[in-house]
């Protein structure tokens, strides 16, 4: 018998079919073989299943006993970001009813935050194959997978809060712009359900910024502050989906004080981010070049004497990695652009590559400093992923951080042309378990060699620096 010889007799497999329901609330997606008519839910859950329900009923071994999970055929694709696509396709089935030159929004309304908040349950505790589908190799979440959530969730949101529900008027396109911060609390256990909510905390004229909250309830825990697992900010730009400028985004009208003190922290990041694109750095260039200077000083001693180096510092070029991958029309999304998620998915399992070999140990993911979305990509594009470990930080040698910066390009061979598409920092740590195994284990510090590797090393100490100050201020 042939070990694969059962797909040709398992059932066809079909497309996911969902219930929607009714209209003016935020839909709870679910496979209508799995409905729950006497669900307790509210109606603003997005309840999430695994795509494959009809597979375990043809799919037997001779045993009676269900066939190992390797034996299936490869049909993984998050089940969380097709739910929430065809909450984002009916809104856009609505709203793409008028014709071509329909004209814009001009009369902007004023929505709460609740009004945009979507909740995703995982229901990881009672469906198996959801766990098979997010199970990394050490039995947690994959980072990953989740990012991959995250950016399809925050981009139904814009969708919602920008939304005027006005068949007459063209929608905006909304642009993933770029990813403030992403930091993971604790480990995500993939046996005990698991819930993502989210809604927009800001606006400015043509920009949102989308907070989420990844939390998982443990038994024992009490208060609500326990049970979070991650935060995330996303931050998107409307633009006019004709001509491609900026366009005005409905305004934001907090009603709680959580509400209000996520508006005004968000309003400080902003602030904040306008004057570091304005600062004038002339009058610190002195300091800045002594400080490249420092930087410098061990990587020279490597380049010209390598004997005399510090064993324990390697210079930066000698941690790259990288991979390539043409963008393909399974990875758009509803725009006909390459999702967004999709990257951030890939550049994380680069960048946790390039933390493993360096480590010698398997890394723990703490957070996500910053994404830039700088182009979008389209399908068809060659996609070049370089990455490196930028610096260590071994002040606390029992939490040592490795920082990981990611680069994406835009590779065009007919034109020989190649361009920078986004940037992503990731950072990392070793766990305790790791240092007991291994008496001599130790994180090396990494050295740049050259004066572009010392400057990208400074403006990653600057960004740190500016977070600590703004999270001090608070």
């Not at 009813?97 to 945009?116: C, E, F, G, N, V």
């Not at 002339?282 to 200077?293: H, I, S």
């Amino acid at each position: 018998m042939q070990p694969y010889s059962f797909l040709h007799h398992a059932a066809p497999l079909k497309k996911p079919q969902f219930s929607l329901l009714p209209k003016n609330s935020i839909k709870r997606l679910i496979p209508k073989s799995s409905m729950d008519t006497n669900s307790s839910h509210p109606p603003n859950f997005i309840s999430v299943f695994s795509k494959l329900p009809s597979l375990f009923d043809n799919s037997t071994g001779v045993d009676g006993n269900r066939k190992p999970l390797n034996l299936w055929p490869g049909m993984y694709h998050s089940p969380v970001t097709i739910a929430l696509w065809e909450t984002k396709s009916k809104i856009f089935e609505r709203l793409l009813s008028p014709p071509l030159d329909a004209p814009p929004q001009t009369q902007l309304r004023t929505k709460t935050p609740s009004m945009s908040r979507t909740v995703v349950l995982y229901n990881f505790s009672s469906d198996f194959i959801l766990r098979e589908q997010y199970r990394d190799p050490w039995n947690e979440v994959r980072i990953g997978k989740l990012l991959e959530d995250l950016d399809a969730l925050a981009g139904t949101i814009s969708v919602k809060h920008c939304s005027d529900d006005d068949s007459t008027t063209r929608p905006l396109l909304l642009i993933t712009a770029s990813v403030d911060k992403i930091v993971l609390r604790k480990p995500i256990r993939v046996d005990i359900d698991l819930r993502i909510s989210g809604s927009v905390i800001w606006v400015g004229r043509s920009s949102i910024e989308i907070h989420l909250e990844v939390t998982q309830a443990m038994e024992g825990s009490s208060p609500a502050s326990d049970s979070v697992a991650l935060t995330a900010n996303f931050i998107f730009v409307a633009r006019d989906s004709q001509t491609g400028k900026a366009a005005p985004v409905n305004r934001l009208q907090p009603e709680t004080e959580n509400e209000k003190l996520l508006l005004d922290e968000a309003e400080a990041r902003s602030k904040l981010r306008k004057r570091k694109r304005g600062e004038d750095t002339r009058d610190n260039e002195n300091q800045v070049v002594d400080r490249l200077q420092a930087l410098l000083a061990e990587g020279r001693i490597f380049c010209d004497m390598p004997a005399l180096a510090d064993r324990n510092s390697i210079l930066l070029r000698d941690t790259r990695l990288e991979n390539f991958l043409i963008c393909q029309p399974q990875q758009r999304n509803i725009h006909g652009r390459i999702f967004g998620g999709f990257l951030m998915h890939r550049a994380f399992e680069l960048a946790f590559s390039t933390a493993y070999v360096f480590a010698g140990t398997v890394p723990r993911f703490l957070e996500v400093d910053h994404v830039d979305f700088l182009r979008p990509l389209d399908v068809g594009d060659f996609v070049r992923l370089k990455s490196c470990v930028l610096y260590t930080e071994l002040d606390n040698p029992e939490h040592p951080s490795i920082n990981v910066e990611v680069v994406a390009h835009v590779t065009r061979p007919e034109i020989r042309s190649s361009e920078v598409s986004n940037t992503f920092y990731f950072t990392f740590t070793v766990p305790p378990e790791a240092k007991a195994m291994n008496d001599g284990f130790q994180i090396r510090n990494v050295v740049p060699a050259t004066e572009e590797e010392a400057r990208q090393v400074l403006e990653r100490h600057d960004a740190k620096a500016l977070q600590l100050m703004r999270g001090a201020s608070k």
